[in-house]
């Protein structure tokens, strides 16, 4: 077997994990029990040691096509040759009412003719370094790993199972109008099958817990097949346990084949959260946001060096994640080190106190007044802040090269401070107003004193420094400037000469500049292409962005997912699906297809 490409992928999952599914029918990615969970599948990291859960119909020529059934997260693989058309149908069960049992209901039936099956599950628990022994009847297979810290798993089906070494197979043939179906999770109390009669009925459920929850989407504009997907998926994304959002459900996906740029995804960053949630309130989804919020009121500590908040953490708020590297996996397309955990939990990011405040002011503009208590955290975030925004940090690209004054960073203090002051006028709220008034336009006369470049005539990516950075397309995004502003639009001249290729915008000049510390390249970074052409919409240049929009859109996979990067020859790269991305998609779609219907804001409000 060897690595399918990431634009290959679809996922299922019941947003408390998260499974990929190959366009060969195999889940190649699975952690269990928990989106951050050790892997029970990783053949996507490695195709001998990291097991999986194939269906093959045994068809010559075929073709394989992927879609979702619409307007859900229910994945449907079909098969097509001339003796035969086969269907396999993935998805994890959730309901609106009672919790649904954590596993995967696998369906597979034939369309036309007669066609032959092969299945095996070989899972490999713990990042594949646990064995484990297994217990097979006729109709289910208990997988039991050696380690305790791994939870037993079962195989259920219709067709008969047998052992094979350490995996569990079956061969059956089916005709037209004919399935079998495959239930992959906890192995249920003693005597107890699953309720294989029940799986339509979970089908039905599952569909219209999507379909109820998209339907409420008030987007109604040209992209809204591509918006609902990204909708769709961040969902996916958002812990229902917690109400925290992880990154990616995947980690150490490369940002350039054969490189060392391979992170963990798999836990909740602030910065992500807050867009997502920015995102999420635009499409009309305000309890999702609210929930978050709940989350992180639990959150604030008090850490007199990094600041009350952490960059990152685990979905259920634990604070440490060690990085640690895979040696035994070889890892996707032999990119290695294979890494989880993420060190960069430990970095200082001021960003993220900017998009903190930018999704409580928004929560609060769309959803439910903030609490005494939590203006109070309010009031101590922004005293630790106001005492700290001249700080070096790492920034939003979680740089491993040492501490800089980052652009980037002291906008976000600024909109930190903007939103504080706008919600306290709006919700009449007790505030230390002059302080909060100084500092900002103190932040203010900082960024257009130290971080403009005369000779450039362009805005920089640090203090002192002559390199670009594509975050700076934020700038007019959080209303600190005005994009029709003649600094902004030399500063758009700029990034278009160094750092954009059509619609392919990079971070930054990583192999030039050196400034992350970490060797070798990486690909365009996608979200930063969906900024720009939100940037050319509102600077005016409608036509432009509404090609530029559209040829981006094309690089999605065919189900409409998108990872973290793009690569040269237009190969997805990097974590995926990737929320970042997806939540700018939605952000662009929504203010591009605003002002092309006549709909764009007069004012600022």
């Known amino acids: 077997m060897s690595f399918e490409p990431i634009e290959n992928y679809g996922v299922i999952g019941n947003m408390r994990s998260i499974a990929l599914v190959s366009l060969n029918g195999s889940i190649d990615f699975l952690c269990y029990p928990n989106f951050d969970s050790p892997t029970v599948f990783a053949s996507l990291l490695d195709d001998e040691r990291g097991g999986c859960f194939q269906i093959q119909p045994q068809l010559r020529k075929r073709r394989v096509r992927q879609m979702y059934l619409p307007d859900t997260n229910i994945l449907i693989t079909r098969f097509l040759a001339d003796e035969g058309v086969a269907e396999l149908t993935d998805y994890m069960p959730i309901g609106t009412g009672g919790e649904q049992p954590n596993e995967i209901i696998r369906t597979v039936a034939v369309v036309r003719g007669e066609v032959d099956f092969k299945m095996r599950c070989q899972p490999r628990f713990n990042y594949g370094m646990c064995g484990h022994t297994v217990d097979v009847d006729e109709r289910y297979a208990i997988f039991t790993p050696a380690s305790d810290g791994c939870l037993p798993m079962a195989l259920y089906s219709t067709s008969t199972l047998r052992l094979q070494s350490q995996d569990v197979i079956s061969d059956f043939t089916l005709r037209a109008g004919e399935s079998v179906t495959f239930v992959f999770g906890g192995v249920r109390a003693q005597g107890e099958l699953p309720e294989m009669e029940f799986v339509?009925?979970?089908?039905?459920?599952?569909?219209?817990?999507?379909?109820?929850?998209?339907?409420?989407?008030?987007?109604?504009?040209?992209?809204?097949?591509?918006?609902?997907?990204?909708?769709?998926?961040?969902?996916?994304?958002?812990?229902?346990?917690?109400?925290?959002?992880?990154?990616?459900?995947t980690f150490s996906l490369p940002e350039q084949i054969g490189g060392v740029r391979n992170w963990d995804y798999r836990f909740t960053w602030l910065r992500d959260s807050a867009f997502t949630l920015y995102a999420l309130i635009r499409l009309g989804f305000v309890e999702e946001a609210e929930a978050f919020i709940g989350w992180l009121k639990g959150r604030l500590g008090d850490d007199a060096e990094r600041g009350p908040l952490q960059v990152m953490y685990g979905i259920d708020g634990r604070q440490k994640l060690d990085e640690v590297t895979l040696d035994h996996l070889k890892g996707?397309?032999?990119?290695?080190?294979?890494?989880?955990?993420?060190?960069?939990?430990?970095?200082?990011?001021?960003?993220?106190?900017?998009?903190?405040?930018?999704?409580?002011?928004?929560?609060?503009?769309?959803?439910?007044?903030?609490?005494?208590?939590?203006?109070?955290?309010?009031?101590?975030?922004?005293e630790w802040l106001g005492k700290n925004w001249q700080r070096p940090d790492q920034g939003i690209w979680e740089i491993r090269g040492g501490a800089r004054e980052f652009l980037h960073s002291r906008l976000m203090c600024w909109v930190a401070f903007d939103r504080a002051l706008r919600l306290a006028q709006k919700r009449s709220l007790s505030a230390p107003l002059d302080a909060w008034l100084q500092a900002r336009d103190a932040i203010r006369q900082d960024i257009f004193t130290n971080f403009w470049d005369n000779e450039l005539q362009s805005f920089v990516q640090s203090k002192g420094s002559k390199d670009l950075d594509a975050s700076v397309l934020l700038m007019p995004l959080m209303r600190f400037i005005s994009p029709v502003d003649p600094l902004w639009r030399s500063t758009m001249k700029a990034i278009e000469a160094r750092l954009v290729e059509d619609t392919l915008v990079r971070r930054y000049e990583a192999e030039r500049t050196h400034v992350d510390g970490i060797s070798g390249g990486e690909g365009s970074f996608t979200a930063c292409s969906f900024w720009y052409i939100e940037c050319l919409a509102r600077g005016g240049e409608l036509e432009k962005a509404q090609?530029?929009?559209?040829?981006?859109?094309?690089?999605?996979?065919?189900?409409?997912?998108?990872?973290?990067?793009?690569?040269?020859?237009?190969?997805?790269?990097?974590?995926?699906?990737?929320?970042?991305?997806?939540?700018?998609?939605?952000?662009?779609?929504?203010?591009?297809?605003?002002?092309?219907?006549g709909r764009g804001e007069s004012v600022w409000r």
């Open 332 to 382: 996707y397309e032999h990119s290695k080190p294979v890494r989880i955990g993420n060190a960069a939990y430990q970095q200082l990011q001021l960003d993220i106190y900017g998009e903190m405040m930018d999704s409580v002011y928004l929560a609060n503009k769309y959803g439910d007044s903030i609490s005494h208590a939590g203006w109070q955290e309010v009031h101590r975030i922004l």
């Open 200 to 249: 339509e009925q979970r089908f039905h459920e599952t569909a219209r817990f999507w379909k109820e929850w998209i339907a409420r989407s008030q987007y109604k504009g040209r992209w809204r097949e591509m918006v609902n997907r990204s909708g769709l998926l961040l969902k996916l994304l958002i812990s229902r346990e917690h109400g925290s959002l992880i990154a990616a459900p």
């Open 547 to 597: 090609l530029l929009f559209e040829k981006l859109l094309g690089y999605a996979n065919p189900l409409g997912l998108y990872s973290e990067q793009i690569g040269p020859s237009g190969q997805l790269l990097g974590n995926f699906p990737q929320a970042f991305t997806h939540l700018a998609l939605i952000s662009t779609a929504t203010y591009l297809d605003r002002v092309l219907s």
